[in-house]
């Protein structure tokens, strides 16, 4: 309702050991949820959710937050170990068992004189199950939607031809495109900024590339349409505790978020028509995401493509008003809501709304059915920091906090979050900061794999050196990747801080 104010995720391969359910989940069993503890909910069923999809999506995330958070409890184990006789033997067998890979054997060396390495092992675990994890993504597609082709289509027949997408770096937007608004990720482009504040320059570049890859090369095939570029940036806020778990790069204030976004996106398109001639120009969209029930709300333009901060429909509402229809009447609900709420707005942005809106209600349905009214980990609660361009796996909620950057100088504000939410969740506990850095490139360009190899070189330097204290007790550990994106080729160790001696094809 208006509110004025103010490929298959699931595919038939194993991801390392069996998937194990994580501590506080919840399952459904017959007409109700189980959660831990045995405690029951409801389970909750809307005529537009997509119930097959959500089963398959929520199976990907446990397992692979389960590889990641199990690492502590087999570490602990290891731990107790570390004075038996055959420690090493054991230890290595026990992480092969549970883990799925060996754990440094210069570490294990040490143990039976001084006390075991714990942070460099951690470290190691993590980026093990990150490589595997990402390996596994470009292997196997588990998040692939056999629709890409179909939205692609709907999308230009809206009226759009490409749709760039910025949400916050915060890792509980991390899954915005396939889970929240559950489009293809082959389809969007999406860059990632703390505050969703992203580089004008560098948009406008993408932009020159897409126009330019339009006219010359037919990609995507809309040359003699009339269609454009839409740019959406997507602010974040929470509805259990407003005060703290909002928008750290704004100070959890969400009209300063949203207001922030929308300047942004202005700027921007300014930016298009100031630059070139001939009526070029950009469609821009704001949305919300209340990053503890996943529900947006989109802010509608208008026929002159203005956006108003105090007007915007709420999916939570048409989640609830909608839950007892019929799929046919819940639709129209939406299409008259979205109508109420911006009466001129292009009928292309209405039907590209109206599929938004419906596509999240299936992510509200999951939230409910899988944690209860709410996530219960509402603040941040990601594995490790990624650092550089890249990233294309990254579409799981909280499971990477992430800075999009060429050099750390330009992205210091990112960065500083980032390591300050670390310093929370892990350094407090005498655990490390695992960051990894990685940039992609191109192999058809010459000698770009090698400057991508200098690029992460130059960023681990700067951010050992930035983080300097942190990093000689230990509490910052670094892995170098690049990745060819050419190709559906997995990821490439260059160097890593647990063990420099170590060569790429160890890890």
């Given at each position: 309702?208006?509110?004025?104010?103010?490929?298959?995720?699931?595919?038939?391969?194993?991801?390392?050991?069996?998937?194990?359910?994580?501590?506080?989940?919840?399952?459904?069993?017959?007409?109700?949820?189980?959660?831990?503890?045995?405690?029951?909910?409801?389970?909750?069923?809307?005529?537009?959710?997509?119930?097959?999809?959500?089963?398959?999506?929520?199976?990907?995330e446990s397992m692979i937050k389960n590889a990641f958070d199990g690492i502590v409890p087999i570490l602990k184990e290891i731990?107790?170990?570390?004075?038996?006789?055959?420690?090493?033997?054991?230890?290595?067998?026990?992480?092969?068992?549970?883990?799925?890979?060996?754990?440094?054997?210069?570490?294990?060396?040490?143990?039976?004189?001084?006390?075991?390495?714990?942070?460099?092992?951690?470290?190691?675990?993590?980026?093990?199950?990150?490589?595997?994890?990402?390996?596994?993504?470009?292997?196997?597609?588990?998040?692939?939607?056999?629709?890409?082709?179909?939205?692609?289509e709907f999308l230009q027949a809206c009226g759009f031809h490409t749709l760039d997408i910025t949400p916050c770096s915060d890792?509980?937007?991390?899954?915005?495109?396939?889970?929240?608004?559950?489009?293809?990720?082959?389809?969007?482009?999406?860059?990632?900024?703390?505050?969703?504040?992203?580089?004008?320059?560098?948009?406008?570049?993408?932009?020159?590339?897409?126009?330019?890859?339009?006219?010359?090369?037919?990609?995507?095939?809309?040359?003699?349409?009339?269609?454009?570029?839409?740019?959406?940036?997507?602010?974040?806020?929470?509805?259990?505790?407003?005060?703290?778990?909002?928008?750290?790069?704004?100070?959890?204030?969400?009209?300063?978020?949203?207001?922030?976004?929308?300047?942004?996106?202005?700027?921007?398109?300014?930016?298009?028509?100031?630059?070139?001639?001939?009526?070029?120009?950009?469609?821009?969209?704001?949305?919300?995401?209340?990053?503890?029930?996943?529900?947006?709300?989109?802010?509608?333009?208008?026929?002159?493509?203005?956006?108003?901060?105090?007007?915007?429909?709420?999916?939570?509402?048409?989640?609830?008003?909608?839950?007892?229809?019929?799929?046919?009447?819940?639709?129209?609900?939406?299409?008259?809501?979205?109508?109420?709420?911006?009466?001129?707005?292009?009928?292309?942005?209405?039907?590209?709304?109206?599929?938004?809106?419906?596509?999240?209600?299936?992510?509200?349905?999951?939230?409910?059915?899988?944690?209860?009214?709410?996530?219960?980990?509402?603040?941040?609660?990601?594995?490790?920091?990624?650092?550089?361009?890249?990233?294309?796996?990254?579409?799981?909620?909280?499971?990477?906090?992430?800075?999009?950057?060429?050099?750390?100088?330009?992205?210091?504000?990112?960065?500083?979050?980032?390591?300050?939410?670390?310093?929370?969740?892990?350094?407090?506990?005498?655990?490390?900061?695992?960051?990894?850095?990685?940039?992609?490139?191109?192999?058809?360009?010459?000698?770009?794999?090698?400057?991508?190899?200098?690029?992460?070189?130059?960023?681990?330097?700067?951010?050992?050196?930035?983080?300097?204290?942190?990093?000689?007790?230990?509490?910052?550990?670094?892995?170098?990747?690049?990745?060819?994106?050419?190709?559906?080729?997995?990821?490439?160790?260059?160097?890593?801080?647990?063990?420099?001696?170590?060569?790429?094809?160890?890890?």
């Amino acid at each position: 309702m208006l509110r004025t104010r103010q490929q298959q995720a699931a595919n038939k391969h194993n991801f390392g050991r069996a998937p194990l359910r994580r501590p506080g989940a919840v399952v459904a069993a017959g007409n109700h949820a189980v959660a831990a503890g045995g405690r029951q909910l409801p389970v909750q069923q809307h005529p537009l959710a997509n119930i097959a999809e959500n089963r398959l999506l929520h199976e990907y995330e446990s397992m692979i937050k389960n590889a990641f958070d199990g690492i502590v409890p087999i570490l602990k184990e290891i731990s107790a170990l570390q004075h038996d006789r055959d420690f090493q033997s054991r230890a290595q067998a026990i992480a092969q068992a549970k883990l799925g890979f060996s754990l440094p054997d210069s570490i294990l060396d040490d143990a039976w004189v001084e006390q075991l390495d714990m942070k460099r092992l951690f470290a190691w675990s993590v980026f093990q199950t990150y490589k595997r994890y990402s390996d596994d993504f470009f292997a196997h597609d588990p998040l692939g939607n056999n629709d890409t082709k179909g939205f692609d289509e709907f999308l230009q027949a809206c009226g759009f031809h490409t749709l760039d997408i910025t949400p916050c770096s915060d890792g509980r937007l991390a899954h915005f495109i396939r889970y929240v608004l559950r489009l293809p990720h082959h389809s969007v482009r999406r860059k990632s900024y703390a505050g969703a504040m992203f580089d004008i320059d560098n948009n406008i570049q993408k932009w020159v590339e897409t126009e330019m890859l339009r006219y010359r090369e037919g990609v995507p095939n809309t040359a003699d349409q009339p269609t454009r570029y839409l740019k959406m940036v997507a602010y974040h806020f929470s509805s259990v505790d407003p005060d703290h778990e909002g928008c750290a790069a704004h100070g959890s204030d969400t009209h300063q978020a949203a207001k922030s976004g929308l300047e942004r996106l202005l700027e921007f398109k300014q930016a298009i028509e100031n630059s070139f001639c001939c009526g070029a120009s950009i469609d821009l969209l704001l949305i919300g995401l209340d990053t503890d029930t996943d529900a947006i709300r989109i802010h509608i333009p208008d026929e002159h493509g203005d956006i108003s901060l105090d007007s915007f429909v709420d999916a939570l509402e048409v989640f609830e008003q909608t839950q007892n229809m019929d799929a046919s009447p819940a639709r129209k609900h939406i299409e008259q809501t979205i109508e109420q709420c911006s009466v001129t707005a292009a009928s292309g942005m209405k039907q590209l709304c109206g599929r938004l809106l419906e596509n999240n209600m299936s992510q509200i349905m999951y939230v409910r059915n899988d944690y209860g009214r709410h996530y219960p980990d509402i603040g941040h609660a990601e594995r490790f920091i990624g650092v550089g361009i890249g990233f294309e796996e990254k579409q799981l909620r909280n499971l990477m906090y992430f800075a999009y950057l060429n050099t750390v100088e330009e992205s210091v504000a990112d960065l500083d979050v980032g390591v300050s939410i670390f310093t929370r969740l892990n350094v407090s506990h005498g655990l490390p900061i695992p960051v990894v850095v990685r940039f992609d490139y191109h192999s058809n360009v010459p000698g770009a794999r090698e400057r991508a190899k200098q690029r992460c070189a130059r960023v681990t330097r700067a951010l050992l050196s930035r983080y300097s204290e942190l990093a000689e007790k230990g509490f910052i550990q670094v892995m170098q990747l690049v990745r060819d994106c050419t190709s559906n080729g997995s990821v490439e160790v260059v160097d890593c801080t647990v063990d420099r001696k170590l060569v790429v094809g160890t890890l």
